[in-house]
């Protein structure tokens, strides 16, 4: 059994009703400085290289300001995969902050993205290689791991919501209720996802509408804002994710979940 975090509650955010845009009306998170010393860290040589390549598509210094992450902060990364976001995490919460990297058992075999190795082995050589002493493995679903409720301060929920609501909308509504339950009063949940049309066959493309993702997070009793920072108008909504013409290079949404006080 897991040891119980400490919680470090957030300021609280203004109150807004539905989805507000975000046109640069929030203050950010972080100082410019920070985001400065950020920006180096993702630098490092110990960082993968197909990380590297990553990063102008995801714009993770930029989501995590847009998000609210900051130092000293309790964060699970959802699905962490081969742990892009958990490198990432590790270096903004610093060592005062704590990373819970989530995956299952069958995720950890899968092959990483453009790579001949697994995600476990993938996550395993990032917490060595970038010395990530703050992180923390959990191997089990999301909606039976061994977390307190309001014990954590924050989550991300990156490229892999779409997976859940195509097989089963009503799962994809269990997995947000139970990250609802484990964040603190006032916590947030990041998500991006690839944008699908409601028109098209979004389980074959790997992509899901935004509106849709907007009304599970209300359901499950989240106050919701978006940005346009991921937004791709030149994407081909209908071709999958994994098409070598789009270079990965897809239109994605970026909402902010907050877990009213």
Same mark, same amino acid.
């Given at each position: ?77 959802? *699905?962490? &995969?081969? %742990?892009?976001?958990?490198? +990432? ?5 610093? !060592? #005062? ?84 339950? *484990?964040? &603190?009063? %006032?916590?947030?949940?990041? +998500? ?5 049309? !409601? #028109? ?62």
């Amino acid at each position: 059994m897991m040891s119980v975090f400490r919680l470090r509650y957030l300021l609280v955010w203004p109150v807004m009703s539905s989805v507000a845009l975000s046109l640069g009306s929030w203050l950010p998170a972080v100082s410019a400085q920070d985001g400065l010393s950020l920006r180096r860290a993702l630098a490092d040589p110990s960082r993968a290289v197909t990380d590297f390549a990553r990063d102008d598509i995801r714009k993770p210094v930029e989501v995590l300001e847009f998000l609210g992450i900051r130092s000293g902060m309790t964060v699970m990364d959802v *699905y962490a &995969a081969g %742990g892009y976001y958990t490198f +990432i995490l590790s270096k903004a919460l610093g !060592p #005062e902050g704590a990373v819970l990297a989530q995956n299952t058992e069958r995720g950890l075999r899968f092959k990483e993205d453009r790579q001949e190795i697994t995600q476990g082995e993938a996550l395993k050589s990032k917490i060595l290689e970038g010395n990530l002493t703050n992180v923390t493995q959990l191997i089990g679903n999301v909606t039976a791991l061994d977390l307190s409720e309001d014990s954590l301060d924050a989550a991300l929920l990156m490229l892999s919501l779409h997976d859940s609501y195509n097989n089963s909308p009503e799962r994809a509504l269990e997995l947000l209720r139970s990250l609802y339950s *484990y964040l &603190a009063p %006032g916590g947030i949940l990041g +998500i991006s996802d690839h944008v699908g049309l !409601p #028109e098209n066959n979004n389980r074959d493309l790997h992509r899901m509408p935004v509106q849709r993702a907007i009304e599970l997070a209300e359901q499950a009793g989240f106050m919701v804002h978006q940005s346009r920072l991921l937004e791709n108008p030149e994407d081909d909504h209908s071709r999958s994710v994994f098409d070598p013409r789009l270079a990965r290079h897809t239109d994605r949404f970026l909402l902010k979940l907050i877990k009213p006080d």
